[in-house]
């Protein structure tokens, strides 16, 4: 079935920026998308990008996508603490419901 | 934007007794939504999804009597736990798809604890 991986902590300090990476093996993988989940709480979509794009950025965020290895990024720049959370990656193929990773504690530190 | 509303929160009950969590697409219809469960430091598992009148999907290994899904109008739907046990406890979350934006459609409700008891 799919799989999605993506490692699990990232450290930085607060004012540089975060790389969250994540692989999938969906080779039909119509949508990927970048959640984010705060403590005790749902899953707030933060972005979201069609397969045949590339790239995409909207404010802090930029997604980079290559397709060809199957390999997603979600980059925050100028990290705040605000930004500390669990990311998820997931992707989606012709269903639309999407298969989740198991999520990367980003960690923000003074 | 579309907006999931969960509930309760948080919910603790004894061991044998059902629990009854409700999600609520606010303001648009939802003729599909999907009920998760996430274990501590683990991704969500997709646990079933449920068709606004008719029988819920349910995925490989979910019990379908354990957990029994409603989804009596175009914007509740709701997931039953029943006789719950302390091995039960998890998160649940539920997500409701907006078809009109059917590509980034899914909202995800605040989640429900349960800590059986």
């Known amino acids: 079935g799919e799989d999605v991986e993506q490692s699990l902590f990232l450290s930085v300090r607060e004012g540089d920026s975060s790389v969250i990476n994540c692989t999938y093996t969906?080779?039909?993988?119509?949508?990927l998308y970048w959640y984010k989940q705060e403590p005790g709480a749902g899953l707030q979509l933060l972005t979201y990008?069609?397969?045949?794009?590339d790239m995409k950025q909207d404010q802090r965020l930029t997604v980079l996508l290559n397709k060809k290895d199957k390999h997603l990024s979600l980059r925050i720049a100028d990290t705040q603490t605000g930004d500390s959370a669990i990311y998820f990656c997931?992707?989606?193929?012709?269903?639309?419901?999407?298969?989740f990773g198991r999520g990367t504690s980003l960690i923000v530190h003074p | 934007g579309a907006v999931v509303s969960q509930h309760p929160s948080r919910v603790i009950c004894k061991s044998g007794t059902s629990v009854k969590i409700e999600c609520r697409s606010l303001?648009?219809?939802?003729?599909?939504m999907f009920w998760y469960r996430q274990f501590p430091k683990q991704s969500l598992m997709l646990m079933a999804t449920?068709?606004?009148?008719?029988?819920?999907?349910?995925e490989q290994g979910v019990e379908k009597d354990k957990f029994l899904i409603n989804h009596a109008s175009l914007t509740l739907s709701t997931l039953t736990v029943t006789s719950a046990h302390p091995e039960d406890s998890s998160f649940y979350i539920c997500?409701?798809?907006?078809?009109?934006?059917?590509?980034?459609?899914?909202?995800f409700g605040s989640g429900t604890r349960l800590t059986v008891v």
């Open positions: 990008i069609f397969s045949n794009m």
């Open positions: 997931a992707e989606s193929g012709g269903s639309y419901i999407p298969t």
């Open positions: 449920s068709n606004e009148g008719s029988k819920a999907t349910y």
């Open positions: 969906d080779s039909s993988s119509t949508y």
């Open positions: 303001d648009f219809q939802a003729t599909t």
């Open positions: 997500s409701a798809s907006d078809v009109s934006s059917l590509n980034y459609g899914y909202t």
